[in-house]
């Protein structure tokens, strides 16, 4: 079955710390793959997405995701979080075969400390 | 409209009681996603709305939840008999379903309390 894995629930860091939140996907075929956010008291936003080319995308507010299509991966990183990125971050994928149903990850809950 | 419309954003019900949620979404988008969101649980799928094809409704968790979209606009989440457990915020999404690959824009929510 098709299905989107997050390697951590709940990650806290001090400000000025690097991220990095993992996600790894099962499916057979070509992929569109999302990190969305949800900050306190808003509704999902998207962060970045990739679709093909450069398998490094850039996101809003210095975010950062990499696709190794050997890995199944298509991890999250920023370089220097700020207590502002404190929210919840979902990673989402869909299958371009598959008429674009997205399906999302359990969602890594971020707190950045002051 | 602007953004994708939900309504009611708070919905109170007695355990047996039917809920009727409604989403409106962004105007010309022909993809539709109903998704439940609970404490820890993350985003699970239920249902699915592509144009005018069959709604792909794998993700709906038994047969008191059920969906439609009139008109390829406005769609209707229905759970019947409603259990405790359903309690959860359900997410409707939309996207234009091409082009952009399934980029997904939400509405607000409707936060559903069975008591």
């Known amino acids: 079955a098709q299905s989107v894995s997050q390697h951590n629930h709940h990650v806290i860091l001090s400000e000025a710390a690097s991220l990095e939140l993992g996600c790894n996907y099962s499916?057979?075929?070509?992929?569109?793959l999302f990190w969305y956010v949800q900050y306190p008291g808003q509704h999902l936003q998207l962060l970045l997405k990739y679709f093909s080319g450069d398998p490094l995308v850039k996101g809003i507010k210095g975010f950062e995701a990499e696709f190794i299509k050997s890995k199944f991966s298509f991890n999250l990183r920023k370089p220097s979080v700020q207590w502002s990125d404190t929210a919840e971050y979902f990673c989402a994928v869909n299958e371009r075969t598959g008429g674009f149903k997205t399906i999302f990850g359990a969602g890594t809950r971020l707190f950045v400390k002051a | 409209g602007a953004g994708v419309s939900q309504s009611p954003s708070n919905k109170v019900t007695e355990k047996g009681k039917d809920v009727e949620l409604r989403c409106d979404p962004i105007s010309g988008h022909t993809a539709l996603y109903w998704y439940r969101q609970s404490l820890g649980q993350g985003l699970e799928f239920l249902i699915y709305?592509?144009?005018?094809?069959?709604?792909?409704k794998s993700g709906l968790p038994s047969d008191r939840f059920s969906a439609e979209r009139t008109g390829g606009s406005v769609s209707t989440l229905t759970i019947q008999r409603t259990q405790q457990e359903d309690s959860a915020v359900y997410l409707c999404?939309?996207?234009?379903?091409?082009?952009?690959?399934?980029?997904?824009?939400f509405g607000e929510g409707s936060r559903l309390t069975v008591l």
């Open positions: 709305f592509q144009g005018n094809s069959a709604p792909d």
């Open positions: 999404a939309s996207s234009r379903g091409t082009g952009t690959a399934g980029e997904l824009f």
């Open positions: 499916y057979g075929g070509t992929v569109n």
